[in-house]
């Protein structure tokens, strides 16, 4: 018998690591976050995605969520989007302290600093939980190694589902050791798309067209000499992002190719 499997719920398999929610915190009626104990052997990289799941019924049910919190952290955290219908986030979504969720063992995803040749600035552009694989890098120290300025786009509907985005930044200002890391080298860049209560207005891809994401934050426009991206979001948001990447000149890299700039779809529909 494996170490921890005697205290394993009836039914759940063997080859999964079954692990205990710690915190649950919901943002609106689609949206929350948990937190849940961190495997001993667990190893992944900043930005990575893990199968995750439920018993349902006797039958276990997983879905690919990024891990969002940093690879040093203790325990490991998971933004969340609640589709009332949803084979696994329907009940997902109610989920307390001391339940049981289940986690594959193998890690895996493209949005990862190694997948990035050299530059000096990092664009993470997002929209709703496509935050999730950010909310990991930006608590990275090795991201601030890497690179002088750090971009971090947040796109959504309502200013409501910008909250989680805003709960990072209080935190990482917070934070002993990584405040100090971070500086003013991180610059969050949230926009809403149906909200007219909030002031920074558009989708993204609206925003780099027109060149005032730029203007803003007062960067020159993108150039692949020295800047970098990853994209996370719906399927048409990646392909419209990263045509205008591409515009931009940058190249799309991998793993096994690092280069200009990776995409990873933001998962669970
Ligand atoms: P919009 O309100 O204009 O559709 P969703 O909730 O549909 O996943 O969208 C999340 C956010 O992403 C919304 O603000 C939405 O803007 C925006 N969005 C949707 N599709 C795209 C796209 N192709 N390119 C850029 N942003 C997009």
Request: proline letters at 8%; charged letters at 25%; glycine letters at 8%.
């Amino acid at each position: 018998v494996a170490p921890g499997a005697e205290n394993k719920p009836a039914g759940i398999p063997d080859n999964v690591y079954a692990e205990t929610v710690l915190a649950v915190e919901h943002y609106t009626d689609h949206l929350f976050r948990f937190r849940m104990t961190r495997p001993a052997g667990f190893r992944f990289r900043s930005g990575e995605f893990a199968m995750i799941g439920l018993m349902v019924g006797d039958k276990p049910i997983y879905r690919a969520y990024s891990i969002a919190s940093p690879a040093w952290d203790e325990e490991l955290e998971f933004f969340s989007i609640k589709v009332p219908d949803g084979p696994l986030t329907s009940h997902l979504q109610k989920i307390k302290p001391g339940d049981t969720v289940l986690m594959r063992k193998k890690p895996t995803g493209t949005l990862v600093l190694d997948a990035l040749t050299p530059g000096k600035r990092l664009y993470m552009f997002s929209t709703g939980t496509g935050i999730a694989p950010f909310a990991s890098l930006i608590r990275d120290p090795e991201t601030y190694e890497k690179f002088d300025e750090v971009i971090l786009t947040h796109t959504c509907r309502e200013v409501a589902e910008l909250k989680y985005g805003f709960d990072l930044m209080e935190e990482i200002r917070n934070h002993e050791f990584l405040s100090e890391i971070v500086g003013d080298k991180l610059k969050p860049y949230p926009t809403v798309t149906r909200d007219p209560s909030y002031p920074n207005q558009g989708r993204i891809t609206d925003l780099i067209e027109s060149g005032k994401l730029f203007t803003d934050l007062g960067v020159p426009p993108l150039d692949p000499a020295t800047d970098r991206g990853m994209i996370c979001g719906s399927t048409e948001m990646l392909k419209d992002t990263k045509a205008l990447l591409e515009a931009a000149g940058l190249t799309e890299g991998a793993n096994s190719q690092p280069a200009e700039f990776v995409i990873e779809r933001a998962f669970v529909g």
